[in-house]
């Protein structure tokens, strides 16, 4: 449900943080809300695909399940962080975004090691 939230917080926090002030901060609390309760929302889907291994195709270790679920959401806790930041900076709040989304661009899933392509 975040998911259609997320172009209008972004257009909303483009908009506003040109012009600064209370509105920029403001915008950019609106912003890093909509990716956390997205975060939030996609660590649970994940979570509860990995609980099982009747829903895998290749069983995942309990305790790789573990990490792979701490590493996944790790950015809602980020985004929560980002939240209180962006009432004392909106471009701060910006730039930690920005580092999440670097985060998440390296592979954080579990995957079949032994399997061949």
């Given at each position: ?49 990995i ?25 809602s ?41």
């Open positions: 449900m975040f998911v259609v939230a997320i172009p209008f917080a972004t257009s909303t926090m483009a908009a506003y943080l040109k012009s600064g002030g209370a509105d920029a901060h403001l915008a950019a609390a609106l912003y890093s809300g909509v990716l956390l309760g997205a975060a939030i929302s996609f660590s649970a889907i994940f979570g509860w695909s609980r099982s291994d009747e829903r895998r195709h290749v069983p995942l270790p309990k305790d790789e399940a573990r990490r792979a679920l701490l590493r996944f959401g790790s950015g806790l980020v985004y929560l962080v980002g939240i209180a930041i962006a009432f004392v900076s909106a471009i701060a709040t910006v730039v930690l975004i920005a580092l999440v989304a670097i985060f998440y661009v390296f592979e954080q899933t579990p995957t079949d090691r032994g399997a061949s392509a």
